[in-house]
């Protein structure tokens, strides 16, 4: 029997899993990646510390199987840049969640046609992607601008350094799906784009070579002396589409964690939204092309953390399924716009706002209202995808912690009128990076994975029209009032 590594290079973690030729998974391995906050907008990360987790999530696993090939998914616009001689870091990995590019954006915004922004990148103006914050990077540090021009500097994002640090240098590569993230990649060309380089002051020399999403890339070498072929490489929301075998237009998956993060097979075309989604490469390699609509919502997972650690409403997250049957006030709305509001209305100045309140509220109350609050914000991403696509996806495949919560995967089933499908497999992510890998490295079939796809459960909408229809006027007027407040 041979078997698969898959990585999946998380945000608040890097699981290892090993999967059989069938894509089952048989065994994980986690280790958890801190981030540090310097100050408000920044998340960081420590280069060191993501090759670390990287080793340390493999570990175990590296001598226990016979490894045909591995596959490597990373957080996306996450990003390092590091001396191209001695392969140090000069800077923190800066997260996808820093803000500190949003005063780049709004220099840069006079001098850019959104739209053509758009049909090249896919992407709006924001300092969601590498690229603004990779131009702060610059704007703050001369020396390293300078250093960079003359060739002495690398960027990547994780698996791009991750790679770097295996190969000793030998390999600086990325794929399609990875680069669709920065804001400085062609997804019509799948090339690096000379325009938006020079927007954000990029030396072409810098960037990764663009790979296809799998194919053999090289091997890699985990520390144990046993070098591995490498095989796949995605973004994470994109190995989650493929492990939740999304692969006809129209099919559609949320992963749950930290956020949410809404994908759509839209084929192998790009279109873009007029709902306020992105467009991004799902995975593009030996004939096999697939686009995707993109649909972000950052607080998810951390608004039942913000619960349980600031409010003490909860003592663990689990017990926001309880808590939300136990209330009985179903007037009080919480818009859970923590760190703003992200797909479809990109707000990021809007903050959480929660209206209804009385004398008898309780906090059972403000547990189901943050739920029903994330609920909400699924409706409208999957509703704007829909409206993008002309066509109702035939079920929401879904993964992720907050998954596993009864209540909310019902809500999410009765404001969409739509049946939801929790995933068997866990660790989709992982998973799905893992079977790109066997495709490449074993000739495994989409028709295979597909028929090997599992749910665990299955949640039918019940609600009666008329309170789904209250409950969503309910959301609209809250949204705009949150939205008003920051006007």
């Known amino acids: ?145 300078k250093q960079a021009h003359e060739g002495k500097l690398k960027f990547g994002t994780t698996e791009t350094w991750v790679i770097w640090s295996l190969t000793k240098g030998k390999l600086h590569v990325t794929d399609p799906s990875t680069a669709s993230r920065t804001l400085l990649f062609d997804m019509n060309r799948f090339e690096w784009d000379d325009e938006q380089l020079a927007l954000f002051d990029v030396p072409h020399g810098m960037l990764a070579e663009v790979r296809p999403s799998a194919g053999y890339v090289g091997d ?43 994908l759509m097979n839209i084929g192998d075309k790009p279109r873009l939204s007029n709902n306020g989604l992105l467009t991004t490469v799902g995975w593009h390699f030996n004939g096999h092309t697939a686009y995707a609509f993109d649909g972000g919502i950052f607080v998810t997972g951390s608004a039942v953390q913000w619960l349980r650690d600031n409010l003490k409403a909860v003592p663990d997250s689990p017990s926001s399924h309880e808590a939300a049957q136990r209330s009985t006030d179903f007037g009080v709305v919480f818009v859970p716009a923590l760190q703003g509001l992200a797909a479809p209305h990109w707000r990021t100045d809007v903050r959480g706002a929660m209206f209804g309140l009385n004398r008898s509220t309780t906090s059972d109350d403000i547990v189901r209202a943050t739920l029903d609050g994330i609920a909400c914000r699924v409706y409208e991403v999957v509703t704007a995808m829909s409206q993008d696509a002309g066509q109702t996806p035939p079920h929401l495949k879904v993964d992720g912690g907050p998954s596993g919560n009864p209540y909310l995967m019902q809500m999410i089933a009765d404001l969409l009128n739509l049946e939801v499908h929790v995933s068997a497999a866990l660790e989709a992510t992982a998973i799905g990076i893992a079977n790109l890998a066997g495709v490449s490295a074993l000739g495994t079939s989409f028709e295979e994975l597909s028929k090997n796809w599992k749910a665990e459960t299955r949640y039918v909408p019940r609600m009666m029209e008329e309170e789904r229809g209250r409950k969503l006027e309910q959301w609209r007027k809250a949204v705009a009032a949150a939205m008003a407040f920051h006007d």
Not at 4 to 33: F, H
Not at 126 to 145: G, M, Q
Not at 243 to 261: P, R
């Open 220 to 262: 890699v070498d985990f520390g144990n002396g046993k070098p591995l072929p490498l095989h796949a490489m995605l973004v994470d929301q994109q190995a989650a589409l493929f492990g939740q075998a999304c692969f006809s237009a129209g099919e559609m998956k949320c992963s749950f964690g930290t956020g949410s993060f809404l």
């Open 1 to 145: 029997m041979k078997y698969l590594l898959g990585i999946d290079q998380g945000t608040t973690q890097t699981t290892a899993v090993i999967v059989n030729e069938q894509g089952e998974m048989i065994e994980k391995n986690s280790a958890q990646l801190p981030a540090r906050f310097p100050q408000a907008g920044w998340v960081e990360q420590e280069p060191a510390d993501i090759v670390r987790t990287v080793k340390e999530a493999c570990a175990p696993l590296l001598d226990k199987y016979e490894i045909a090939a591995v596959g490597f998914d990373n957080q996306g616009e996450t990003f390092i840049v590091w001396d191209a001689e001695t392969g140090e870091p000069v800077t923190p990995a800066i997260v996808w969640q820093d803000t500190r590019g949003q005063s780049v954006c709004d220099a840069l915004a006079s001098r850019v046609d959104p739209d053509l922004l758009r049909r090249k990148t896919g992407l709006l103006l924001d300092s969601y992607f590498s690229a603004p914050k990779l131009k702060w990077v610059f704007e703050n540090n001369p020396e390293l601008r």
